[in-house]
T-cell receptor, first 113, second 112 residues
Framework: DTGVSQNPRHKITKRGQNVTFRCDPI?????LYWYRQTLGQGPEFLTYFQNEAQLEKSRLLSDRFSAERPKGSFSTLEIQRTEQGDSAMYLC???????????FGPGTRLTVL | DAKTTQPPSMDCAEGRAANLPCNHS???????VYWYRQIHSQGPQYIIH???NNETNEMASLIITEDRKSSTLILPHATLRDTAVYYC?????????????FGKGTKLSVKP
């Protein structure tokens, strides 16, 4: 399967713990996006990378959130000191360039107890 | 990016055409209309996009009005597997970095 993959698919954690999610984009895709989706809402943009450079962050991305894309390949999204409001589906997408469609992964569903 | 308006839900009989409308009255000349769909518990899936002309691919057809203020996504022969939330998104490349702005979409239910 050469699509976008995300791990883990599900994560349950206790409030205050740190969590890290991984996204493996389609190889040769330069752009990588992170979105967050809560129940009943459409996905909301968090941040994106052009190769290894993080070029834009949404105001939704608080100081507790950090994302990396070392060497322009896979990306990680870390949430520190999780809160119940962080419970959501975290989606990753990649595209060949800005002008190409985005391919989404299956998402990581986070539940903060 | 311009905003879009879609009906919250629609029903369609299996085998019939599903016509999903979208209003984007403030669309600018360099902004494209994109359609994605999201089947329950999966990530969104790209369907089709267009600028001015009507477009067709293996999944659907996109009809854009001449004034570009509205469009219709057509699934010619809907199946049960087409049940999903369909998002109409307007995306401009002039000043945009390409991040998609999703609304609530239209929940399409295909019924046998």
């Amino acid at each position: 399967d050469t699509g976008v993959s995300q791990n883990p698919r599900h994560k349950i954690t206790k409030r205050g713990q740190n969590v890290t999610f991984r996204c493996d984009p389609i190889s040769e895709h330069n752009r990588l996006y992170w979105y967050r989706q809560t129940l009943g809402q459409g996905p909301e943009f968090l941040t994106y990378f052009q190769n290894e450079a993080q070029l834009e962050k949404s105001r939704l991305l608080s100081d507790r959130f950090s994302a990396e894309r070392p060497k322009g390949s896979f990306s990680t999204l870390e949430i520190q000191r999780t809160e119940q409001g962080d419970s959501a589906m975290y989606l990753c997408a990649s595209s060949l360039s800005r002008d190409n469609e985005q391919f989404f992964g299956p998402g990581t569903r986070l539940t903060v107890l | 990016d311009a905003k879009t308006t879609q009906p919250p839900s629609m029903d369609c009989a299996e085998g019939r055409a599903a016509n999903l409308p979208c209003n984007h009255s403030t669309i600018s000349g360099n902004e494209y209309v994109y359609w994605y769909r999201q089947i329950h518990s999966q990530g969104p899936q790209y369907i089709i996009h267009g600028l001015k002309n009507n477009e067709t691919n293996e999944m659907a057809s996109l009809i854009i009005t001449e004034d570009r203020k509205s469009s219709t996504l057509i699934l010619p022969h809907a199946t049960l597997r087409d049940t999903a939330v369909y998002y109409c998104i307007v995306l401009g490349y002039g000043g945009s970095q390409g991040n998609l702005i999703f609304g609530k979409g239209t929940k399409l239910s295909v019924k046998p």
